[in-house]
């Protein structure tokens, strides 16, 4: 099993910055991709940001050029920092691991962004 610990979620205003960030920890084998998605209330939760195992990166459109993701292997920890944030920016939002093709969800984290 992997246990996810997510943290750097809060209130911030619009314009402002955050950085989450999620640690794994557990029978680690071998982390492939590592992402970011997030979920407000009423509506499905999307892919933020993703990078793979050789630092290839993604983003949904609506993030690209204010956020970016990022990894530290050896802390086997992935990181999101968010800049110029938007009020439609508030959402949970969950770190996504895939470690040795299982799947792994943290426990989501609040980000809100007042105008």
């Known amino acids: 099993q992997v246990q996810l610990v997510e943290s750097g979620g809060g209130l911030v205003q619009a314009g402002g910055s955050l950085r989450l960030s999620c640690a794994a920890s557990?029978?680690?084998?071998?982390?492939?991709?590592m992402g970011w998605y997030r979920q407000a209330p009423g509506k499905q939760r999307d892919l933020v940001a993703h990078?793979?195992?050789?630092?290839?990166?993604n983003y949904a459109d609506s993030v690209k050029g204010r956020f970016t993701i990022s990894r530290d292997n050896a802390k086997n920890t992935v990181y999101l920092q968010m800049n110029s944030l938007k009020p439609e920016d508030t959402a949970v939002y969950y770190c996504?691991?895939?470690?040795?093709?299982?799947?792994?969800w943290g426990q989501g984290t609040q980000v809100t962004v007042s105008s």
């Open positions: 996504r691991v895939v470690n040795n093709r299982s799947v792994f």
């Open positions: 990078i793979d195992s050789g630092g290839s990166t």
């Open positions: 557990g029978t680690i084998f071998s982390i492939n991709g």
